[in-house]
């Protein structure tokens, strides 16, 4: 079976700090995302990465980056965390045209 | 309008009961379609996944496709009080765009 993890189920941070959500992944899979879900709006892509060192923009990725040092490995960063990225993140992989498979998910506060 | 419009429900339904949930779509590129199943404070878990159109059928679950209507549809039989979750349909591009498009999910309760 498929195993994403993410680092954190709950995290707690303050307007202005530096955020780091990790999310691994062990079948070796080249494609990796990063979502936000929020009531009402669903799923929406923050940013992918196909490969090592390789990012694309998703649908909402201000005020987020991403690094893939590592082929199991995509991290989200969030540059000065604001009270509007409260949110559920989830993190998925795939590989080719597979379907994605999701971690449990981040439930980030911003106080 | 959004590329994929899903019903929010909530769908209540006694247990025993035939679901029948639905999304439709604007985009005639999407080759690949999912449905996942989302229990309160989990990640989505792939339920069913199926290529172009067509039925498949795994269970109690039956996804169809038809794309000359942009129409998919998850069934589920027999439902269960533990089927109570939230279903999400998802599609994808054939080649380009290698994320998915998502529906906002249908909030399913079935009833003992």
């Known amino acids: 079976d498929v195993k994403v993890t993410q680092s954190s189920r709950y995290l707690v941070k303050r307007t202005g700090e530096k955020v780091f959500l990790e999310c691994v992944q062990d079948?070796?899979?080249?494609?990796m995302f990063w979502y936000r879900q929020d009531p009402g709006l669903g799923l929406r892509l923050i940013y992918f990465?196909?490969?090592?060192?390789?990012?694309e923009k998703g649908d909402i990725p201000e005020g987020y980056s991403v690094s893939r040092e590592k082929k199991e490995r995509f991290s989200l960063i969030l540059e000065s965390a604001s009270t509007n990225q409260t949110s559920m993140y989830l993190c998925a992989s795939s590989s080719g045209n597979q379907p994605q498979h999701f971690g449990d998910g981040t439930r980030l506060s911003i106080l | 309008q959004k590329e994929v419009e899903q019903d929010p429900g909530p769908l209540s339904v006694p247990e025993g009961a035939i679901v029948s949930l639905n999304c439709t779509y604007s985009n005639s590129a999407f080759q690949y379609f999912m449905w996942y199943r989302q229990y309160s404070r989990k990640g989505p878990e792939l339920l069913m996944y199926?290529?172009?159109?067509g039925n498949k059928e795994d269970g109690r679950f039956t996804a169809q496709v038809d794309k000359s209507s942009k129409y998919i549809s998850l069934f589920i039989r027999d439902s269960q009080p533990s089927d109570s979750a939230t279903y999400l349909c998802?599609?994808?591009?054939?080649?380009?765009?290698?994320?998915?498009?998502f529906g906002s999910g249908t909030r399913l309760q079935v009833q003992p």
């Open positions: 079948m070796d899979h080249e494609n």
């Open positions: 990465s196909y490969d090592v060192k390789m990012k």
């Open positions: 998802a599609m994808k591009e054939g080649t380009g765009r290698r994320a998915l498009t």
């Open positions: 199926t290529y172009s159109s």
